[in-house]
């Protein structure tokens, strides 16, 4: 993550109820590093000069800061930012749903988030293996135009928690809320530096301190930034893009950060719970040290390595109905990243 921004910018990690100013001010003058699907300023077309690579290392030091995490069974409220088909809430739908689920064929989501549960609170508790999709509401009619702030996403959340009619439930134990935003919206850094980000409301906006993240659809606006290994960037010279599971890129590309965002968000909901590095307001967290990294062997730009279906489709998980393409995490008890495949049992 990094707050609100897997690529994430982060405010400090100080008192959730700090003054709107101060918060404001820290929340543009903190350091952005954008979260994207692969490291970057590669120089290598293959590795890069990320050091992230699986395996162990000896240079992580991911720490816990005695912060909540999401032991509670977890419930995933969604806004539908925009204009969005059913075709593609479906294919996000079916991805949520798919952690939780106990018989999906292996590799699978849920093996994938097994690693996510072995990180605990102080008394010892584990991140809950639930994780549900809670209620949805829809802003189609773009309340804040197609440009937003990061703040905005936090005045989009409001609407949705206060509306007159069906409000999303305020549940700021085990909720998270998650805002996606169609491909004809730009956020803040969107395409440039993020694809997606996390972070928690502030009192003073939402009228409640709730985990968030945002992610956004760049099927259009940037697929070559975002959607990596489904689109690939024009200096990427000799790759050719990937077939994505699903046959809509800009919401495969979303499906891996949204991966990465709800990990983060059971591990790191307040922004001082499981990350590495001395400064809160610019965090590795389990998902930002595993970058790029989507099999074994992967590291740079290079993904490692995947399975390709019958119909030439790219994937690395199963989920209840479909393939997905997931990046892989961090297990701090081994001290590399994972998939599912050693903890699909």
């Given at each position: 993550m990094r707050q609100g921004?897997?690529?994430?910018?982060?405010?400090?990690?100080?008192?959730?109820?700090?003054?709107?100013?101060?918060l404001t001010l820290l929340l543009f003058t903190s350091p952005v590093i954008g979260w994207r699907p692969w490291p970057q300023n590669s120089s290598d077309p293959l590795y890069g000069d990320s050091k992230k690579f699986?395996?162990?290392?000896?240079?992580?030091?991911?720490?816990?800061?005695?912060?909540?995490v999401l032991t509670a069974d977890i419930t995933v409220h969604t806004i539908w930012y925009g204009s969005w088909q059913r075709s593609q809430k479906k294919i996000i739908r079916e991805f949520i749903n798919s952690i939780s689920?106990?018989?999906?064929k292996r590799p699978s989501v849920a093996g994938w988030w097994k690693t996510v549960q072995m990180y605990t609170d102080q008394t010892g508790k584990n991140i809950s293996r639930t994780v549900r999709l809670g209620s949805e509401k829809n802003d189609r009619f773009y309340s804040h135009g197609k440009t937003l702030t990061r703040l905005d996403i936090q005045s989009v959340i409001k609407i949705a928690v206060t509306a007159k009619s069906k409000p999303l439930p305020i549940n700021p134990q085990s909720g998270i809320y998650l805002v996606f935003t169609s491909e004809d919206v730009y956020v803040q850094d969107f395409c440039r530096q993020v694809c997606g980000f996390h972070y928690f409301t502030f009192p003073s906006i939402v009228g409640y301190t709730l985990p968030y993240a945002w992610?956004?659809?760049?099927?259009?606006?940037?697929?070559?930034?975002?959607?990596?290994?489904?689109?690939?960037?024009?200096?990427?010279?000799?790759?050719?893009?990937?077939?994505?599971?699903?046959?809509?890129i800009g919401v495969d590309g979303m499906i891996s950060v949204i991966g990465h965002e709800v990990a983060e968000l059971a591990t790191n909901p307040l922004v001082n719970a499981w990350y590495a590095g001395q400064d809160p307001s610019f965090p590795v967290e389990i998902a930002d040290l595993c970058e790029?990294?989507?099999?074994?062997g992967g590291g740079g730009?290079?993904?490692?390595?995947?399975?390709?279906?019958?119909?030439?489709?790219?994937?690395?998980?199963?989920?209840?109905?479909?393939?997905?393409?997931?990046?892989?995490?961090?297990?701090?008890?081994?001290?590399?990243?994972?998939?599912?495949?050693?903890?699909?049992?």
């Amino acid at each position: 993550m990094r707050q609100g921004c897997t690529g994430h910018c982060v405010e400090p990690r100080a008192p959730v109820v700090l003054g709107l100013s101060i918060l404001t001010l820290l929340l543009f003058t903190s350091p952005v590093i954008g979260w994207r699907p692969w490291p970057q300023n590669s120089s290598d077309p293959l590795y890069g000069d990320s050091k992230k690579f699986e395996g162990s290392s000896e240079f992580v030091h991911l720490k816990y800061h005695m912060g909540p995490v999401l032991t509670a069974d977890i419930t995933v409220h969604t806004i539908w930012y925009g204009s969005w088909q059913r075709s593609q809430k479906k294919i996000i739908r079916e991805f949520i749903n798919s952690i939780s689920a106990v018989n999906s064929k292996r590799p699978s989501v849920a093996g994938w988030w097994k690693t996510v549960q072995m990180y605990t609170d102080q008394t010892g508790k584990n991140i809950s293996r639930t994780v549900r999709l809670g209620s949805e509401k829809n802003d189609r009619f773009y309340s804040h135009g197609k440009t937003l702030t990061r703040l905005d996403i936090q005045s989009v959340i409001k609407i949705a928690v206060t509306a007159k009619s069906k409000p999303l439930p305020i549940n700021p134990q085990s909720g998270i809320y998650l805002v996606f935003t169609s491909e004809d919206v730009y956020v803040q850094d969107f395409c440039r530096q993020v694809c997606g980000f996390h972070y928690f409301t502030f009192p003073s906006i939402v009228g409640y301190t709730l985990p968030y993240a945002w992610v956004g659809n760049s099927g259009k606006m940037c697929p070559d930034v975002c959607t990596y290994p489904f689109s690939v960037p024009s200096y990427m010279t000799g790759l050719k893009p990937l077939k994505s599971p699903n046959g809509d890129i800009g919401v495969d590309g979303m499906i891996s950060v949204i991966g990465h965002e709800v990990a983060e968000l059971a591990t790191n909901p307040l922004v001082n719970a499981w990350y590495a590095g001395q400064d809160p307001s610019f965090p590795v967290e389990i998902a930002d040290l595993c970058e790029g990294i989507y099999g074994t062997g992967g590291g740079g730009s290079y993904t490692g390595q995947l399975m390709d279906g019958h119909d030439g489709a790219t994937f690395n998980m199963n989920g209840i109905r479909r393939r997905f393409l997931v990046q892989w995490v961090w297990n701090h008890m081994l001290n590399y990243c994972s998939g599912p495949n050693a903890l699909d049992q």
